[in-house]
């Protein structure tokens, strides 16, 4: 049996409540706990506000305005498809948490000592980190797998954030490829060692937010194969060597709409 | 349906601030900046030599239809001593008690300079420059060894955005540029606009530097 827990970083997380609900439908993997970064917290809002800058604006009226319904008007593979073909009932962590007696907790710090205690009181071989910020190494430190990450990249190559923009802007989306990689957590970003990594081809005339999209629901599918992968053991990581990849950091609107322009160059002229 | 009325709104207002200077605007403010400034004949040599270095700039991206200018020689005080270089190699020029103040423009002097290990010391102190830039925003470089008086971290600052812009058309390295572009809004934002003739000339410096890199790298 796999003792598994989950981090999310809100309640009403979609990837999350997948994450959640395919692992506990899994023979052989127990969901012992869940830790839900709250929401309201002035310290969260002013991090994410300095990393993501007005594009926070539009997160929260996604996120917290509209829910699962920004999907509706969505074309193609997304999470909300997912959802409706495993006919997943569920709209909070909280709520299937009491559905199914696993321990859960909500809090404004998940490595502040109480996230801390909780996990380690859930004695989870291994982590399922869906979101919720930088985890400390308190926290790394509880699992005796470890932490588990969905990134949305190809790694070692593309470590840290927009890395997806970032793969069309330096025209390797024919090389790298677009794709998610799963690895353990470490102190570093995106430096952990890979259990397993996919890559999707873009479709001609697909956006940027239709592939992230479809990278979505690799991330849910990937994790819990990932999860199930150490249950039986058949899954060996893979080091990352420091030098075969670069941080990537938040993109700026100008590199952005070049990124736009070179993904169009490569995938619309292909 | 209010929802996703507000949703809407809040996205709007989000493209609106995101979006960017126009590439047309900001040649605009370079021109009228470089028109506005009126240097002394009697004017120091190290804003005689800032000036000189932007009008090559604006030569190169063919802003300026007078003969060819060529970039001058480093001013002496620039050029890297052996001191600097031995910091350089022992990863100290950007630590814990901060970033050394003039190693921008000793690290832009050292560029082309074709030693292996040289360049590699380069790599190391960049990434971390750029580490330290995107995780601190608007708060980074404040800590400067020796203490800088604010008008001098000021043009440190602007020295590091000019060394971004060009490492990153040197090694054709996009995120250089993409830190460079921030920074160059956050001097926009937060410098006083009353400031000294040097220290208007190297911030559109850092901007025709800029402009020049997005010409080579965001064609």
Redesign the interface.
């Known amino acids: 049996m796999m003792r598994a827990a989950l981090i999310a970083p809100i309640d009403n997380s979609l990837y999350a409540r997948l994450v959640a609900s395919e692992l506990q439908q899994q023979e052989g993997v127990q969901l012992c706990g869940m830790l839900v970064r709250s929401p309201w917290s002035w310290k969260r809002l002013r991090g994410e506000l300095g990393r993501d800058g007005a594009r926070l604006l539009a997160k929260i009226g996604q996120k917290f305005l509209l829910g699962d319904e920004r999907f509706a008007e969505q074309a193609g593979e997304n999470l909300m498809n997912l959802v409706r073909q495993r006919g997943l009932q569920m709209d909070s962590l909280r709520r299937m948490a009491r559905e199914h007696d696993i321990p859960y907790l909500q809090a404004k710090d998940i490595n502040d000592a109480a996230s801390q205690r909780f996990l380690a009181g859930c004695a989870p071989q291994t982590i399922a980190f869906t979101g919720g910020g930088l985890v400390r190494k308190p926290i790394l430190s509880i699992p005796e797998i470890g932490v588990l990450n969905c990134h949305t990249g190809m790694l070692p190559r593309y470590r840290g954030m927009d890395v997806m923009e970032w793969t069309a802007a330096e025209g390797q989306i024919g090389s790298v490829g677009m794709g998610v990689s799963l690895h353990l957590m470490d102190a570093g970003v995106d430096s952990g060692a890979i259990l397993l990594k996919r890559s999707l081809t873009p479709q001609k005339g697909e956006s940027m937010q239709q592939v992230r999209a479809r990278l979505e629901v690799l991330m849910v599918q990937m994790m819990v194969e990932g999860v199930c992968a150490l249950r039986d053991g058949n899954v060996q990581p893979q080091a990352q060597e420091a030098k075969a990849g670069r941080q990537y950091y938040v993109m700026h609107s100008r590199v952005r709409e070049f990124a736009e322009r070179m993904r169009a160059r490569q995938v619309d002229k292909r | 349906m209010m ?2 009325v ?6 709007s ?8 200077t126009p590439p047309e605007e900001i040649k605009t403010t370079i021109l009228k900046g470089v028109f506005e400034l009126r240097i002394p004949d009697n004017a120091d040599a190290k804003l005689q030599k800032e000036m000189d270095d932007l009008k090559a700039l604006l030569w190169q991206l063919g802003w300026l239809k007078e003969e060819q200018i060529v970039l001058t020689e480093a001013h002496p005080l620039l050029k890297p001593d052996e001191n600097w270089r031995a910091l350089l190699d022992q990863e100290r020029i950007f630590d814990a008690q901060g970033w050394q103040g003039g190693s921008a423009g000793k690290l832009l002097c050292l560029l082309e300079e074709s030693d292996p290990l040289v360049q590699q010391a380069i790599k190391r102190t960049m ?1 971390a420059l ?2 330290h830039v ?1 995780v601190k ?1 608007q708060k980074s470089l404040q800590k400067f060894q020796p203490p800088l008086t604010r008008p001098q971290q000021r043009l440190e600052r602007y020295a590091i955005s000019i060394l971004f812009s060009r490492y990153a058309r040197q090694k054709g390295d ?2 250089f ?3 460079a ?2 920074m160059n809004e956050w001097f926009a934002k937060q410098d006083p606009r009353k400031t000294s003739m040097l220290e208007k000339a190297c911030r559109l410096r850092a901007l025709a530097e800029q402009e020049l890199s ?1 010409r080579e790298l ?1 064609a």
Request: glycine fraction near 4%; hydrophobic fraction near 45%.
């Open positions: 929802r996703k507000l949703a809407r709104l809040l996205e207002c989000a493209k609106r601030l995101e979006g960017f990434e750029l580490r995107e925003r996009l995120r540029l993409n830190t572009l921030k997005a965001l």
